[in-house]
């Protein structure tokens, strides 16, 4: 019996030494799954559900309103290229992409790029977007 608890507590510490590995690789395909879930929003201009991957902080303090859902609503994503996850001190992920939008009345396109910042929400378990959604009309 005792034997069999010595290996029991062996096993179990060893485990607990992989845990945390276990854990990063587990928020890594988080990251991965919301990541690829408001590429796919984005290039299919769909922003409502894009906005839905927010913060919800940063929703609360910036409330989309419906004439800015409107200004949405006319563009249609025509690119949108990621660059690489690049991870701050902070345990932030950024990550740059550059988006081509036509405005869908006057058909003019242009290019931006938008730094994404990813924050890990260890209570609900998640990553969440905290840019907001690009603003395809700053300086204008």
């Known amino acids: 019996m005792r034997t069999f608890l010595l290996?029991?507590?062996a096993a179990l510490s060893a485990s607990l030494a992989v845990a945390?590995?276990?854990m990063a690789q587990r928020r890594s395909v988080k990251?991965?799954?919301?990541?690829?879930?408001?590429s796919s929003s984005v290039r299919w201009s769909d922003f409502e559900a894009a906005w839905q991957l927010v913060d919800p902080e940063v929703r609360a303090g910036q409330?989309?309103?419906?004439?800015?859902?409107?200004r949405?609503?006319?563009?249609?994503v025509s690119s949108y290229r990621e660059g690489g996850n690049g991870e701050l001190d902070d345990g932030t992920v950024v990550r740059t992409v550059e988006i081509g939008v036509v405005n869908r009345h006057t058909?003019?396109?242009?290019?931006?790029?938008?730094?994404?910042r990813w924050r890990w929400d260890k209570k609900s378990k998640r990553w969440w977007q905290m840019a907001g959604l690009p603003d395809f009309w700053e300086g204008k």
């Open 107 to 116: 058909q003019a396109e242009r290019t931006m790029r938008f730094q994404e």
């Open 72 to 76: 949405y609503r006319q563009l249609q």
């Open 31 to 38: 990251l991965d799954q919301v990541q690829a879930a408001w």
């Open 7 to 9: 290996l029991l507590l």
């Open 63 to 70: 409330p989309l309103t419906e004439l800015e859902l409107e």
């Open 20 to 22: 945390p590995d276990a």
